[in-house]
């Protein structure tokens, strides 16, 4: 069963850092790997997919990559601002069945 | 676009009773899916669909039935609600396996 970590849990940092946050998994048998952004109360919104063949994604001022060998993917945020403040979750798609496995999420703070 | 639509976005009930939840997309999509998500526990998966009239389980299907007659529509029902039930239920879709999942804004649900 693929158990995935999101660390850390929570993350406080002042407006302009720039940032990491991790995201590790067990089964290396994943099919591609989803960065997701989720403000209080509302939906996931989709931040970057990078398939298991690829290495990394950019996306502004976002970048994602993927080592399946080591079971990590990292989101790093530069240049950090408030609007970037909220909960940042990652989500697989395995090889064997349809369904994605999600991390507990990391909650963003940025202070201005 | 809509995207996917969710109502009811709070829904309140006693131990006992049936409810269904509803999901709609406009985007054409085959691929539909049910997540709930808890504190701490990330999202997990309750039902999916590949097609109308293909449904299957997640991991967490127990208590929740699911039909799929139309390619738009994803209904989630509870049988008989229990406050175990009580949890944040998103919808979401995409064209194809492995790909882009795109999420509804979420049901609030708590089974009192």
């Known amino acids: 069963k693929q158990e995935v970590t999101q660390i850390p849990a929570a993350l406080s940092v002042p407006e302009g850092e720039n940032l990491v946050l991790n995201c590790s998994f067990t089964d290396s048998a994943i099919y591609n790997l989803q960065w997701f952004r989720q403000d209080p109360g509302k939906g996931l919104t989709s931040l970057l997919l990078i398939q298991s063949s690829q290495r990394e994604q950019t996306s502004g001022r976002l970048n994602a990559s993927l080592d399946k060998s080591s079971g990590r993917s990292t989101l790093y945020i530069a240049a950090s601002q408030p609007g970037d403040s909220a909960t940042y979750l990652c989500?697989?798609?395995?090889?064997?069945?349809?369904?994605?496995?999600f991390g507990a999420g990391t909650i963003l703070r940025v202070k201005s | 676009n809509a995207g996917v639509t969710q109502t009811p976005k709070f829904q309140v009930l006693k131990t006992g009773q049936s409810m269904t939840l509803q999901c709609a997309q406009d985007?054409?999509?085959?691929?539909m899916s049910w997540y709930r998500q808890d504190p701490g526990m990330g999202l997990r998966l309750i039902h999916y669909?590949?097609?109308?009239?293909?449904?299957d389980q997640g991991e967490v299907p127990n208590g929740y039935n699911v039909s799929r007659s139309t390619t738009e529509d994803f209904p989630l029902r509870l049988l008989s609600a229990a406050p175990s039930q009580t949890s944040v239920y998103f919808c979401?879709?995409?064209?194809?396996?492995?790909?882009?999942?795109?999420f509804g804004p979420g049901t609030r649900l708590t089974v009192l």
């Open positions: 669909s590949v097609g109308a009239g293909i449904t």
């Open positions: 985007m054409n999509h085959e691929y």
């Open positions: 979401a879709s995409s064209s194809q396996g492995y790909i882009e999942q795109f």
């Open positions: 989500g697989m798609h395995m090889e064997y069945g349809n369904k994605l496995v």
